[in-house]
């Protein structure tokens, strides 16, 4: 189902779709999605009855990260395969395991946007769950600029206490046309960062890319 983007979504983003429902593979703590019943991993093929229309910007696998290591190579392709169909759309393809985007970047439509989390350098394990760590996605991301026409961002949300300088560079590496600033909304006793250190952190990334910040930010500054 085609959903109008509403709540704590990127302003944007004007629609969701989710053809891959269940209990995302990364499990991480602060995940929205686990306040709701979510079951076994499953392909929703009713999903792919879908008119996406056109002149949309779809945010394509919000509730469940679409290129976890555990989702079937074949249930990637039909989801790309039913948003090349759609053209005339941009969509966001947002994943902690970018390096899975690599393999199927000859699939993704043209224009779109890819993007990660990085929610400091540190390593929390409780709070991340089993996603990839940071390094790794940062890594992948490098590997993703500049390929055919994507555009690149960095998510740093619920952002997590961090080292200014390792985190700077950690961004700094995914070459993004912006970054996404969040504080975490379902107040989960996150290790979170101080106001200086956050605006500190603002000032650093400005000095290379777009800086936006997400409305629930202002909670910490």
């Known amino acids: ?11 944007f983003v004007s629609h969701t779709w989710n053809a891959i429902h269940g209990k995302c593979p990364h499990d991480c703590e602060y995940c929205y999605v686990k306040a709701f019943p979510r079951g076994e991993l499953r392909l929703n093929r009713k999903d792919f009855k879908t008119d996406l229309g056109e002149n949309n910007f779809i945010f394509v696998g919000s509730s469940c990260d679409v290129f976890a290591d555990a989702i079937p190579e074949n249930w990637i ?17 947002q994943s902690k395991n970018p390096k899975r985007i690599y393999q199927f970047k000859d699939y993704i439509p043209e224009g779109s946007i890819i993007g990660t989390t990085i929610e400091t350098n540190r390593s929390y394990p409780n709070v991340m769950g089993n996603a990839p760590g940071v390094y790794e996605r940062a890594y992948s991301m490098l590997g ?16 997590l206490d961090f080292d200014l300088i390792e985190l700077v560079a950690l961004i700094k590496q995914c070459k993004p046309s912006w970054v996404n600033i969040g504080a975490d909304s379902k107040y989960h006793k996150l290790p979170e960062p101080d106001k200086a250190k956050i605006l500190d952190l603002i000032l650093a990334l400005e000095e290379f890319t777009e800086v936006k910040k997400k409305p629930n930010l202002s909670r910490l500054t």
């Open 1 to 11: 189902m085609l959903r109008e983007s509403k709540g704590n979504m990127y302003e």
């Open 77 to 93: 392709l039909e989801v790309l395969g039913h948003c090349v169909k759609y053209s005339k759309n941009k969509y966001l393809f």
């Open 144 to 159: 993703l600029a500049g390929v055919r026409d994507f555009k690149t961002m960095v998510t740093i949300e619920p952002i």
